[in-house]
């Protein structure tokens, strides 16, 4: 059974850094994209940022650009997400998703399998 596991969130001042990590287990992730969603109290899930398995295809949301990057060890079956330049509108629950297909989408509905998800909290 697919298990994923995210570590990483806390409790960080505006204009510094965190490191998610997603640690997968429980199947073949050749073919998998993986992704990372957050959902603020009171919003929608959303997508920050996504990567396919096997590929170097990589796609942000526009709201992190430049300031997340999203990459993945095949060989750990891991994908992180290192957060620079934390503003206190990314407080969230991070999530991370995976599904077993070839490209990144950006809808949460998409995604079969999820963590329980990290709490990241960005003080102003």
């Known amino acids: 059974q697919v298990q994923l596991v995210e570590s990483g969130g806390g409790l960080v001042q505006a204009g510094g850094s965190l490191r998610l990590s997603c640690a997968a287990s429980?199947?073949?992730?050749?073919?998998?994209?993986m992704a990372w969603f957050r959902q603020a109290s009171g919003n929608e899930r959303e997508f920050v940022a996504g990567i396919t398995w096997r590929g170097v295809t990589r796609t942000y949301a526009d709201s992190v650009k430049g300031r997340f990057t999203i990459s993945r060890d095949t060989a750990k079956n891991t994908v992180a997400l290192q957060m620079n330049s934390l503003k206190p509108e990314d407080t969230a629950l991070y999530y991370c998703?995976?599904?077993?297909?070839?490209?990144?989408?950006?809808?949460?509905?998409?995604?079969?399998?999820w963590g329980q998800g990290t709490q990241v909290t960005v003080s102003s």
């Open positions: 429980g199947g073949d992730f050749t073919w998998y994209t």
């Open positions: 998703a995976a599904d077993q297909r070839y490209e990144i989408t950006t809808t949460s509905g998409d995604y079969y399998y």
